[in-house]
């Protein structure tokens, strides 16, 4: 098969066996570190996009998209859904009740917030059934005072099914013997785990109507109404309209970016700024091809020499010595795309079993948003850490390549 000359000629001294095997070796090693370079920036990015990833589905597809609350009670809850409803974005429409206070069982307290709910349209804004570990949303029915908690918070209070809990509400009750905290019995019917600590550890399910009851609210009324838009980003902008057409002096609006924006802006800066880190060690490794070349060009001067008075052009010099340098980078490149594909997908389980073979959680639910390392591989991630080390390995060659084609052949022969 018919090749050109330069590309003939560079792809022989890849494979040759040089005289020089100090050159040789500084080959491979920049091989490596390209690889290397490569590999890392492809498992940390696909981490990057794992912990984005957990963000947008677990953590805020448990927290509201958006609410639409009032400074009052709201009782016609079912026509104000309607209204919004209307709203081409609202893909659900459920209403919420809270209630912060503390649970109790044993002598043991763990903080709570109550958000109650009506299970049949709670699983159209909210993915809390698909992580129930025991029980279910159904069991909480009305006058019941059931309640579905994490198993953190089982845990912290020692609770399981069947227990019963005492809430004690941040009110008093004025009474003739004095001031008395409002408690009330709860019965844990469900148990759930999201993976996020700052959700299983302290929020609790109950029913609508129970806790309108603990409130000393009509059976019809609400806190508010939680929001689900087809796309999280558009949830400030457009529940901040729906509040001002239903009524800017009764009605305001709140959405995730207050509660978790800050983490989530966080997690997107954590990755450029981490990518752009890391793009400097695929640098680092592929400007040691210029080293390579360099020495290349001075052990093959003789050669470059003897090419020219076969009447090679500089050009065809400098062409040759940019193609040996290109197969290194495309090389090293490919072999660190496929390992880190391979890492990337594995890095979970990878650290699950190092865990489970050490006994320590690198993640502590506690301090961290998920108690696990999530991993998700993006094809445009991986396209772009592989263009972007092909065209540093490639820019690596122009010097040393231009430095060859300026070879004399006289002064190149003169001691050979």
């Known amino acids: 098969m018919f090749r050109p000359l330069f590309v003939f000629i560079g792809t022989r001294y890849t494979r040759a066996k040089r005289r020089n095997h100090f050159v040789s070796f500084i080959s491979l090693t920049s091989m490596i ?27 805020l597809g448990m927290v509201p998209h958006a609410t639409i609350e009032s400074g009052e009670p709201i009782s016609n809850w079912q026509g104000l859904a309607d209204k919004v409803r209307q709203n ?5 429409v459920a209403p919420f009740t809270q209630m912060q206070g503390l649970l109790t069982n044993n002598g043991k307290v763990s903080k709570v917030l109550l958000n109650a709910i009506d299970p049949a349209l709670e699983r159209q804004v909210s993915i809390i059934d698909k992580f129930m570990l025991q029980g279910k949303l159904d069991d909480l029915e009305p006058g019941s005072f059931g309640i579905v908690i994490g198993d953190k918070a089982a845990a912290k209070l020692g609770a399981a099914i ?107 800066m954590e990755k450029a700024m981490i990518g752009l880190l890391l793009l400097l060690i695929v640098a680092v490794a592929a400007f040691n091809i210029i080293s390579t070349l360099v020495m290349v060009v001075n052990d093959k001067k003789s050669d470059i020499a003897i090419l020219r008075t076969l009447g090679a052009t500089p050009r065809t010099i400098m062409a040759t010595f940019m193609v040996q340098g290109t197969v290194i980078g495309v090389v090293g490149t490919l072999i660190g795309a496929v390992l880190g594909i391979f890492a990337a997908l594995n890095v979970s389980a990878a650290i699950s079993a190092l865990e489970g073979l050490i006994g320590h959680k690198f993640l502590n639910a506690d301090v961290y948003f998920i108690d696990y390392l999530p991993s998700q591989v993006q094809s445009q991630d991986v396209l772009m850490v592989c263009a972007a080390a092909l065209v540093l390995s490639f820019l690596a060659t122009l010097y040393p390549a231009w430095r060859a084609a300026r070879t004399q052949p006289a002064e190149a022969l003169r001691y050979e």
């Open 88 to 92: 081409r974005q609202v893909t659900a």
């Open 33 to 59: 570190g390209l690889a290397l370079g490569v590999i890392v920036m492809i498992v940390v990015l696909s981490v990057m996009n794992g912990f984005d990833h957990e963000m947008r589905t677990r953590v």
């Open 162 to 268: 069947g227990d019963k809990l005492t809430f004690v509400a941040p009110e008093v009750t004025v009474t003739p013997a004095g001031m008395f905290p409002r408690m009330k019995r709860f019965t844990v019917v469900g148990i759930f785990h999201v993976g996020a600590g700052e959700i299983d550890g302290y929020l609790g399910v109950t029913n609508l109507q129970d806790l309108g009851k603990l409130h000393r609210w009509k059976p019809d009324q609400v806190q508010g109404l939680r929001l689900k838009f087809d796309d999280l980003f558009q949830a400030p902008r457009t529940a901040w309209n729906i509040a001002q057409q239903l009524g800017e002096d009764h009605y305001y609006a709140r959405d995730w970016t207050r509660t978790h924006g800050n983490l989530y802006q966080a997690i997107r």
